[in-house]
């Protein structure tokens, strides 16, 4: 799934480009595509696009007095659409603009599971579904806001992370990054960590969240976490390039783990499956 970088430098690329472009359509191509009834999309049809900005992993379309919600889910992409197929492959919905040199905004999703979508929502009412159920930005979270909810909720880091009630924006790159920047264990429970430790894990955020976003930058297309660069992300096996040691990882069956051991479990390998005795 998109993380805050790819999402963050996506909307920047994207506001740049159709800033000011007026909208005369959305077409779903799918039910499953608009999640929400009321407002009807076409409250915002004549309005230009103000900017296209972000809260947590979801794209936010600003046309005034309305917002186009977007969330790309696992396998979705928001893509500028020169063609405007009316069979797009892997298509869900099209935002059409006003103008033949104007391109549309095509939102596609590979796979079967057709969870991206698109919620229709009055700008005076953000506040409520689908965001409110999103926790602090990742971007802006303080130490002592970090501090607080740790000792509010005690849990292994990596989950706390990638909880998106916690902290909005990041995912399991990033959980992975933090923890190894932080030197923490990924499975230290978030209680036993206390005000330094959460200065520590904000300071490692702040750090991967700017070097995720400078790789973004430099691209004109969405990657995905896979290919952005990481320390130990995607590298199990390899040298860690802070000690040396080797790149370790505990698999599930939907995400990896990745650590170094000497830089975060004090040298301990953990047992690659779910039954091990975790590192507190």
């Known amino acids: 799934m998109p993380e805050l970088p790819e999402v963050q430098a996506h909307a920047e690329r994207l506001s740049e ?13 799918n039910f499953t595509a608009l999640k929400t009834a009321l407002p009807p999309p076409d409250e915002a049809y004549g309005q230009a696009l103000r900017r296209v900005h972000r809260r947590g992993k979801y794209l936010l379309a600003d046309f005034g007095e309305i917002h186009f919600v977007i969330h790309l889910m696992q396998g979705g992409r928001l893509l500028v659409d020169t063609q405007q197929s009316s069979r797009p492959r892997n298509g869900q919905a099209r935002l059409v603009f006003a103008g ?37 930005d990742a971007a802006t979270v303080t130490p002592q806001l970090l501090a607080e909810l740790f000792a509010h909720t005690n849990m292994r880091v990596h989950g706390f992370l990638r909880d998106q009630h916690h902290l909005a924006g990041l995912g399991r790159m990033l959980a992975n990054e933090v923890c190894h920047r932080a030197r923490v264990s990924p499975f230290a429970m978030t209680g036993k960590l206390g005000a330094e430790g959460a200065a520590i894990v904000a300071e490692a955020i702040a750090a991967a969240i700017a070097d995720g976003l400078a790789y973004e930058r430099t691209r004109t297309d969405m990657s995905s976490s896979a290919d952005r ?16 040691d080797t790149v370790r990882s505990v698999s599930y069956s939907g995400y990896t783990v990745a650590y170094c051991p000497t830089c975060q479990t004090g040298g301990k390998v953990l047992a690659d499956n779910t039954t091990s005795r975790f590192l507190k």
Request: with cysteine.
């Open 17 to 29: 480009q159709f800033a000011g472009a007026v909208l005369t359509r959305f077409v779903p191509f």
């Open 100 to 136: 033949e040199a104007v391109p549309a905004l095509l939102l596609t999703e590979a796979g079967k599971e057709r969870r991206a979508g698109v919620w229709c929502v009055r700008t005076s009412d953000l506040a409520g579904p689908p965001l409110d159920r999103l926790g602090s």
């Open 229 to 244: 660069p990481g320390r130990v992300h995607n590298r199990a096996g390899q040298p860690c390039p802070e000690c040396g």
